[in-house]
């Protein structure tokens, strides 16, 4: 059986396969909020292994709902999309996900901060090269002189 639409202006008459994807992506919208919203605790609880073990699950669920997102749109005008609160969750998966978004930015930024003023201190108590005898700093050769080697 195929799609109908009634005018331009109304949304598309979905199927009962349609009808089905519509209610898997609205199953994925919500896990997917409440995948986000683990880590986000975890996060804020300190658990920044969560990151690590959440990472896979989030990635794959997030890439499923963008490439299946092309197949509901044209009907979340309709009734049965209403009813899914596909709208509602697309929202809410928005929300979240730019918290989450700012959460780790925050701590990527931190960690380069660490990183940097570990190398720093390295630096700092380092000799950072070779000195000669008088205390100057020798330049290091990249790569060794070539030299040709007349004989055979």
Known sequence: MGRRQSSRL???IPT???KENIAEFAQRLEAAVALLKREIEAIGAGQLEAVTELYERKSRL?????L???VIEPFLGHETAKEARITE???ELRDVAREDSVLLERMAVAARTIVREMDKALDRNSLSGMYGK???KLVEER???KSINREY
């Open 68 to 70: 299946r997102m092309p």
């Open 16 to 18: 009962e396969e349609d």
């Open 89 to 91: 969750n697309l929202q």
């Open 62 to 66: 997030l890439k499923w709902i963008e």
């Open 134 to 136: 008088s205390g100057q």
């Open 143 to 145: 790569e060794p002189r």
């Open 10 to 12: 109304d949304p598309a």
